[in-house]
């Protein structure tokens, strides 16, 4: 009989669940709503039925038909114990997410692993996505913040109290912007999704009758995260402006981290990477400008994420199989 994992993605909005075969594809993947309001009980709660109701619908059990299930979830997890120490989106303090879960829905807690879910979409990328084949790869998401994780020969990087990676708080401007960890210049401040939508509209809020104004017919509130970009592409100066300081950010912090880990790729995800060489080729220019082993002949190689909102799932499920191995 085939070999199947569980990989489950929990997020603010959706839990996502896929069953996974041993070669890391996605053999059926469904989702329900996160309503995070609810509490962390209730939420595990659903997390387990959805995983039981697929299983089956695939005329499987998850007991004996199941190998193992990963959980991607937010905030500082230990991967040893199951806890979820600390998550700020989905309010958890000390939950124990694995024996909740187990309790649920009859999986032995040793069959199931919790882990960080920018950490394991990394891990993701790298078995069956934009690091496949890599020995070591660096993954950053751009979107309401920087998520980051780390792979090395396999293994997840997490640190000695489990939050390593936090690359998106690192500080590219000493006393720059408030980011919402409480320091400030930090790298997500200036290179999320979010912090592009706010450097536009810094500067459209300063310029009059560019045509970022009449792509959004002088509302502010219509600028989003495309709006420079989209102007940059017609000839537009003050949206060139905009893409030009906000990928030199973007260039800033992705050649620290490179110069710190020097992975065989490094891998964007997130909205923002679907300008293309819009943002890839000036990006690659002005990293490559920066980093230590610039005259080295071997070169980290920068890639846009492939796996979206996959990467979570089939990361937690390549780190169970790893944990069981």
Do not use: W
């Amino acid at each position: 009989m085939a070999e199947y994992y569980i990989g489950v993605d929990l997020g603010g909005t959706n839990i996502a669940v896929g069953i996974v075969d041993a070669d890391y594809h996605i053999v059926k993947k469904s989702s329900v709503p996160t309503l995070a309001k609810r509490g962390a009980e209730a939420v595990i709660a659903d997390m387990a039925s959805l995983c039981v109701k697929m299983c089956g619908e695939m005329g499987l059990d998850i007991n004996n038909d199941i190998s193992g299930i990963g959980i991607a979830a937010p905030g500082t997890v230990n991967p040893a114990t199951g806890v979820v120490e600390y998550s700020n989106n989905i309010k958890m303090d000390n939950t124990p997410m694995a024996e909740m879960f187990s309790s649920c829905c009859g999986v032995p807690a040793d069959r199931i692993i919790i882990g960080n879910d920018a950490n394991f979409a990394a891990l993701g990328e790298y078995v069956n996505g934009g690091a496949k084949g890599s020995e070591s790869a660096v993954m950053i998401t751009l979107g309401t913040g920087v998520g980051g994780g780390v792979v090395q020969n396999g293994k997840i990087l997490t640190g000695c109290a489990f939050g390593g990676a936090e690359l998106g708080h690192t500080v590219i401007e000493f006393g720059g912007r408030q980011c919402t960890c409480g320091r400030r210049g930090c790298f997500e401040a200036y290179s999320s999704a979010t912090a592009l939508v706010a450097l536009t509209k810094e500067k459209y809020a300063v310029t009059k009758d560019t045509l970022m104004h009449k792509m959004t017919n002088g509302d502010i509130g219509l600028v989003g995260g495309k709006t420079a970009f989209a102007a940059m592409k017609q000839g537009d100066e003050t949206g060139a402006e905009v893409v030009n300081t906000y990928i030199g950010y973007l260039a800033c912090g992705i050649a620290n981290m490179i110069n710190i880990f020097q992975p065989e790729v490094f891998l964007i995800g997130g909205g923002v990477c679907n300008e293309g060489d819009n943002l890839l080729v000036p990006l690659r220019k002005r990293v490559a400008e920066q980093i230590y082993s610039r005259d080295h002949v071997l070169k980290t190689r920068i890639s846009v994420a492939e796996l979206g909102n996959d990467a979570g799932i089939i990361g937690a499920a390549a780190a169970i199989k790893d944990k069981l191995a």
